[in-house]
C-alpha cells in the first residue's frame, strides 16, 4: 500500500484548474451545420421531428447560413429537395438542381462559407433509394456514374468539398477520376466511409422526404455490428483518394471512430445525426435534462473520440453556448 492518498482531485477544485488541464476542447471551426434547401421562395418550413430545422427555400437559406457565420459557424453541408423525382436521379446533377443553385447562391451571399455538398441520389430518385433500382435491387455499377457527376455538378457549381453518402462501392474512385478529369482536382472529397444502416436516420428523412418506397438501405449500408469491417471500408476510401473519413451516426459509433482515428493520418469527421439530435430535444422539451450540458456532453465526447470535424444540427447552439 503507497504512504500517501494521490489526490486526482486537487486538479478539478476550480473551473480555472478544471480548464488549465482539460484535455479536449470544442471550438467553432469544428462544425458543420448541415441545412435543407427546398424550391420557392419565403419558404421556412420546421421538421416536426427536429426542431430547429427547417426546409428553407434558396433566400432564406443566404438569410440564414449569413447568420449563422455572424455566429461563428464556418462550414455547412447541403440537402436539396427537388421539385420533382425520377428513377435516374435527374435532380442530383441537374446544372439548375435545387442544391446546385443553392451552393451559387451561398457561393455569392457569404464567400468566405465553406461550402459542403452531400453526394447522394436518395431525395432524388422516385424510388427512395441512393441508386439505381433494377429488379427491386441497387445497382452499384450504373450508380457510380450518377454520383460521380452529381459530384461534378456539385463542384462545378462552386463546393468546396463533395460527400459521397451513397455506400456504393468504388464511388470515391468514381468521383475523384470524373473531377480530376473536369479539372476539378482540387475539390476535396470527405467520404461518407463508415456509414450503419441505422434507425437514427429516422427524423433526416422527413427532413429529406428521402425514405426509401420499398425495403430499407441494409444492402449498401453496414451491418451496426460490424466494426472490423469499417476498417475495410475506410481502408477502401482513404485508397480511392478521400481526403477526409467520416463515422457515422457518431455517439453510438465512438468506438468505431476511435479505431478510425487511430488508424489513419487524414482527418476524420462523425455526423451527429438527426436522430441523435431529436432525442436530446425531446427530453429537454419534456424537461427531463439540460439541454445545454447534454449537447456539450455529447459533441465533447465525439471530439475526445478523435472527431476533427463534427456535423451538427446543433452547430449554432453548441458555438452559442461555448461563448458563454
Ligand atoms: C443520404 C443521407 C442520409 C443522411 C445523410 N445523408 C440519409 C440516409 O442514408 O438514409 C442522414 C443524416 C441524418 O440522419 O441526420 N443518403
Not at 426542431?51 to 462550414?75: C, H, K, W, Y
Not at 478521400?242 to 455517439?251: F, G, N
Request: charged share 25%; hydrophobic share 40%; net charge negative.
Amino acid at each position: 500500500m503507497s504512504y500517501m492518498i494521490h489526490r486526482p482531485r486537487r486538479l478539478r477544485k476550480t473551473a480555472a484548474i478544471r480548464s488549465l488541464v482539460r484535455e479536449t476542447r470544442l471550438a467553432p471551426e469544428n462544425f458543420v451545420l448541415p441545412l435543407f434547401v427546398c424550391p420557392g421562395t419565403g419558404v421556412r418550413r420546421e421538421i416536426s421531428s427536429m426542431p430547429g430545422v427547417f426546409n428553407l427555400s434558396i433566400d432564406e437559406l443566404t438569410t440564414d447560413v449569413a447568420a449563422a457565420q455572424d455566429i461563428g459557424v464556418r462550414s455547412i453541408i447541403l440537402f436539396g429537395l427537388p421539385e420533382t423525382k425520377d428513377e435516374i436521379a435527374s435532380g442530383a446533377y441537374a446544372e439548375d438542381g435545387i442544391v446546385q443553385r443553392a451552393i451559387r447562391a451561398v457561393r455569392q451571399s457569404s464567400p468566405e462559407m465553406i461550402i459542403m455538398a452531400d453526394t447522394c441520389l436518395c431525395e432524388y430518385t422516385s424510388h427512395g433509394h441512393c441508386g439505381v433500382v433494377r429488379d427491386g435491387e441497387v445497382i452499384n455499377d450504373d450508380s457510380l456514374e450518377l454520383l460521380a457527376r452529381t459530384a461534378l455538378s456539385q463542384a462545378a457549381a462552386g463546393a468546396d468539398l463533395v460527400a459521397p453518402s451513397a455506400m456504393m462501392d468504388g464511388q470515391v474512385e468514381a468521383i475523384r477520376t470524373l473531377l480530376d478529369a473536369e479539372g476539378f482536382e482540387n475539390t476535396a472529397i470527405m467520404s461518407y466511409a463508415v456509414k450503419y444502416a441505422s434507425g437514427f436516420y429516422g427524423p433526416f428523412r422527413e427532413a429529406a422526404q428521402s425514405a426509401p418506397e420499398f425495403g430499407d438501405r441494409r444492402a449498401y449500408q453496414m451491418d451496426p455490428p460490424n466494426a472490423r469491417e469499417a476498417m475495410r471500408e475506410t481502408e477502401l476510401d482513404y485508397s480511392e483518394g478521400a481526403d477526409i473519413l467520416m463515422v457515422k451516426p457518431a455517439t453510438v459509433y465512438l468506438d468505431v471512430l476511435k479505431m478510425v482515428r487511430e488508424r489513419f493520418d487524414i482527418p476524420c469527421a462523425a455526423y451527429h445525426v438527426s436522430g441523435e439530435y431529436a432525442l436530446i430535444k425531446a427530453a429537454a422539451q419534456k424537461g427531463w435534462i439540460d439541454e445545454e450540458r447534454v449537447m456539450l456532453e455529447t459533441l465533447t465526447s465525439i471530439k475526445r473520440a478523435g472527431a476533427d470535424i463534427i456535423l451538427t444540427y446543433y452547430a449554432r447552439e453548441a458555438i452559442r453556448a461555448l461563448k458563454k
